[in-house]
Every structure is written in C-alpha cells, then in structure tokens.
C-alpha cells in the first residue's frame, strides 16, 4: 500500500510539470485572442492542489492507520510485557518469602537447640553463634561474627591441630571434657559438604545433668545392692559370733577355777577378746541398720539425739589394735537452744553421721602416730539458720589434700580421672547420696593439711 501511494503521488506530479512544461506550446491557458486565461490557470491549479492534497490525505490516512495498528500491536506487547514482568515478580516475591521463612525457620532451630553451636569457615572465622552459645560464653552473636574463633570464645578447650584435622579428613572428631563432679561437655566437630567455601562446625553439648544422674542411678542399684549384702553379712557373721560370745564369756566363768597365775595371765586376754566380740556385735548392728535403712517414710527426728547415739556407737565400733580408741578422743558438743526436730530416715542419718566420725577418727589415729604430744578432738556443732538445720563435724587429725577434697564426695568409679580411688575411710559418696538425695539438703568439706577437717552439712526442716 506504501510502494502504490508513493507511484500515484510521482505520476501526479509528473503529469503536472509536464503539462506545465508544454504550456508554452499549446498554451492551454490562452482565450481565442491569444491572452492568459487566468481562470484556467486558478482552475488548473485548483485543480491540480486537490489532487496533491488527495493524494497526501490518502498517504496520511494509510500511514495513521499504520501507526494506530503499530500503536495496537505495542500497546499488546506492553501488556504482555508488563503482565510476564508481574507475574515474574510476583514468582521471585514468593520465592524470596519462601527462603526468608525457610532461613527463619532454620535459624530459628539453631537458635532453639539446647547445645552450643558455632560455625566457622574456612579461615576459621564466626559465622554462625546460637543463643546457647550467647548464654554460656556471655557474647552477643553480632559482636563475634566474624572473629577468629579462639579470639570469640577463648576458653573452648578446642586446638588448632584438632581443627585442622577434622577439615582435612572430613571426618566427624568426638572431644570429652569435664571437671570431675563439677561438669561434662561432649564437643563434636564436624566439616561441612564441599561447596563454594569449606567450613566447620562446632557442637558443644552439656552432659553435666546426664552424666549426675546415670551417677546417681548406679549409686543408687549400688547402695540396694549393698543393702542387701550387707544383710545377708549381718545375719551369716551373727550367728558363729554369738558362739564365740557365748564361748567367751563361759571361759570368763571359768577362770575363777583356775590357778592365780593363770588367770592373771589369761584375764586381760579373755576382757580382750569380749571387748572385740561386742565391738564386732556391734558392726552386725549397724549392718543391718544399715540394710534396713532405706525401708519406710519420714519421721521427725532429733539430730542432737542421733548425733549423740551415733557418737556412742562410734565409741564401740571404731578402735585399733593396741592403739587409739574412739572413745580416747575429747568431743566437744555444742547444741543450740530450740533446734526443731526434722523429717527424715533416722538410720540413714546415723549412718551418715557414723561415717563423717569414722573419717574423723582415722585421720585422728594417722596424726597420733605422727605426733607426739597431740591431744586428739571433735567438736560437734548444730544450730537452726533460717528454715534449715545445719550441722558441723570438725576434727584436728590430718587434713585433705585438694584432690582428696575432690574426690571424697564421688562415687568409687570415675568417668574421666585415672587418680588412684582415694582409701575407702577418706570416701564418703554415701553420705553425699543420702543428704542430697534424699533428704535434699547440702554437705560440704573445708580442709587443711595441717589444721584438719570441717564437714559442713544443711538439712532443710521441710
């Protein structure tokens, strides 16, 4: 339609110049007289000046139809444009809420773990620091990002070979550490998937209420355990030293028969040996006091009362051959006024009470031996503090060294220490058991080498 305008506009325009051309020689605008006709040459030209402005209509016409076609076609292509640009916007917003609640959510159960969890990269630097992290090492997260990881949390008992280790040979590497009876961590490194940069990852886990109560649980099957043994002893020892009493003390009825000489000989010998049967009926005693002593409920007692009977049983149980007696030591006794009486098992009490005194007494007899001139004591305290009963042992024998003060409360085996266990009069996880187990309270141990021992111990009065 373009290239047919164009030709019909150029014939025009040569139809008019040629005319115009051989006006000269026909002279078409000349009347009869030979003079211009201007009428035909308005005429002409009107004439002529239509066309032209025909054809330009025409032209015009066809090219705004042209443009209002373009003008349609791109107005659609618009729309579509726009509406591809929408809806691609509208796919990458979604994608992009999606990843933002993906990364809350994962960020979110990081956040959540109960256990330490740190990040690093390759350069070993902070790149992901949980809240249990914040909470144990007291460091916001945002003031450690980025930080070398020894610069962040200086403390971490991590090495640089350790790290390093677990980076090179991707495997995962399992640390243990603890202070004994104080707390356990399991530490877990482990190297992320290859990818656009390589990074670690530290897993800090407290064990430390696990470990206490897997403790607490063997304590307890042992201690059962040892009830009963300790019955089945008592009743099996009771019966051929009820014998050897019986026996004794017949030959101490005989001795009135014998010549002066023999029984000033044998006298001492046979008092000797019915002390040693009643200290030995004694033990069987506390044995099955001791079977029986996780057997029914709760009782008041009075602590001043136990400590006392306690005391006379130690003055029977505890004494050595041809040396110190129990009830050689001076006790000094010092009970306070209105000392309410509390709810607890009597006989595991006493048997608390009897070992504390049994430590006392054998640390007592070492520093006897060492010393000459050394007057052996206890002082036994008990007072009421606020809504507690609290109780106080105190000895002046030979002291515990640090490491004994460790240990004395802890049970016979050892999660991570390769000390020797320390002599079984010096252990007192028993006593620990039944004061914090059950009877909730507190013990505690102050020392000193030269000066002796202080058992400190709390009974709540409800």
């Known amino acids: 339609m373009k290239a047919t305008t164009r030709k019909l506009f150029f014939a025009c325009l040569t139809f008019c110049l040629g005319t115009l051309a051989q006006a000269s020689v026909r002279s078409p605008f000349k009347d009869e007289e030979g003079e211009t006709n201007w009428q035909y040459v308005a005429n002409f030209s009107s004439g002529v000046l239509i066309i032209t402005l025909l054809i330009i209509s025409g032209f015009l016409f066809f090219a705004h139809r042209r443009a209002a076609r373009s003008n349609r076609e791109l107005t659609e292509i618009k729309a579509t444009l726009e509406d591809r640009v929408a809806r691609r916007t509208a796919s990458l917003e979604a994608t992009t809420a999606q990843l933002a609640h993906s990364e809350a959510y994962v960020t979110s159960i990081v956040d959540s773990m109960p256990i330490m969890l740190i990040g690093l990269n390759s350069k070993l630097e902070v790149t992901q620091w949980n809240h249990f992290a914040e909470k144990i090492t007291g460091r916001p997260a945002d003031t450690v990002m980025g930080l070398n990881l020894w610069e962040a949390y200086p403390t971490i008992t991590v090495s640089q070979a350790q790290v390093d280790k677990v980076l090179q040979t991707k495997q995962t590497m399992t640390i243990k550490h603890?202070?004994?009876?104080?707390?356990?961590?399991?530490?877990?490194?482990?190297?992320?998937?290859?990818?656009?940069?390589?990074?670690?990852?530290?897993?800090?886990?407290?064990?430390?209420?696990?470990?206490?109560?897997?403790?607490?649980?063997?304590?307890?099957?042992?201690?059962?355990?040892?009830?009963?043994?300790?019955?089945?002893?008592?009743?099996?020892?009771?019966?051929?030293?009820?014998?050897?009493?019986?026996?004794?003390?017949?030959?101490?009825?005989?001795?009135?028969?014998?010549?002066?000489?023999?029984?000033?000989?044998?006298?001492?010998?046979?008092?000797?040996?019915?002390?040693?049967?009643?200290?030995?009926?004694?033990?069987?005693?506390?044995?099955?006091?001791?079977?029986?002593?996780?057997?029914?409920?709760?009782?008041?007692?009075?602590?001043?009362?136990?400590?006392?009977?306690?005391l006379t049983l130690a003055g029977t149980l505890y004494a050595t051959p041809n040396g110190l007696r129990f009830t050689d030591i001076a006790v000094r006794r010092n009970y306070g006024k209105d000392v309410p009486m509390i709810p607890c098992y009597a006989s595991e009490m006493q048997q608390v009470f009897l070992r504390l005194l049994r430590h006392a007494y054998y640390a007592i007899s070492q520093k006897a031996q060492q010393t000459s001139g050394y007057v052996p004591a206890i002082n036994v305290e008990?007072?009421?503090?606020?809504?507690?009963?609290?109780?106080?042992?105190?000895?002046?024998?030979?002291?515990?060294?640090?490491?004994?003060?460790?240990?004395?409360?802890?049970p016979f085996f050892s999660?991570?220490?390769?000390?020797?266990?320390?002599?079984?009069?010096?252990?007192?996880?028993?006593?620990?058991?039944?004061?914090?187990?059950?009877?909730?309270?507190?013990?505690?141990?102050?020392?000193?080498?030269?000066?002796?021992t202080t058992f400190h111990m709390q009974l709540p009065l409800r």
Not at 201 to 210: A, M, N, P, S
Not at 238 to 263: C, G, M, T, W, Y
Not at 383 to 407: C, M, R, T
Not at 419 to 426: K, L
């Open 382 to 410: 008990v007072g009421k503090f606020y809504e507690a009963v609290w109780v106080k042992i105190q000895h002046n024998g030979i002291g515990l060294s640090p490491e004994e003060q460790q240990d004395i409360f802890e």
């Open 178 to 310: 603890s202070q004994r009876g104080q707390y356990y961590f399991d530490i877990t490194l482990y190297a992320l998937a290859d990818g656009a940069d390589t990074g670690l990852v530290i897993l800090v886990d407290d064990i430390t209420k696990q470990i206490k109560a897997e403790n607490q649980l063997v304590e307890r099957n042992k201690m059962s355990a040892m009830g009963e043994l300790a019955s089945a002893m008592a009743h099996d020892i009771n019966i051929p030293l009820k014998s050897i009493s019986s026996a004794v003390n017949n030959i101490s009825d005989q001795l009135n028969d014998l010549e002066q000489a023999q029984r000033q000989a044998l006298t001492p010998v046979v008092k000797k040996a019915q002390q040693s049967g009643e200290q030995a009926t004694a033990i069987v005693h506390n044995l099955l006091d001791f079977a029986a002593s996780h057997r029914g409920n709760k009782a008041p007692a009075n602590i001043a009362e136990l400590l006392d009977h306690s």
């Open 415 to 452: 999660n991570t220490s390769d000390r020797p266990a320390s002599p079984v009069e010096h252990r007192l996880s028993y006593s620990h058991f039944i004061v914090t187990e059950h009877h909730k309270g507190h013990i505690a141990v102050t020392s000193g080498v030269d000066v002796g």
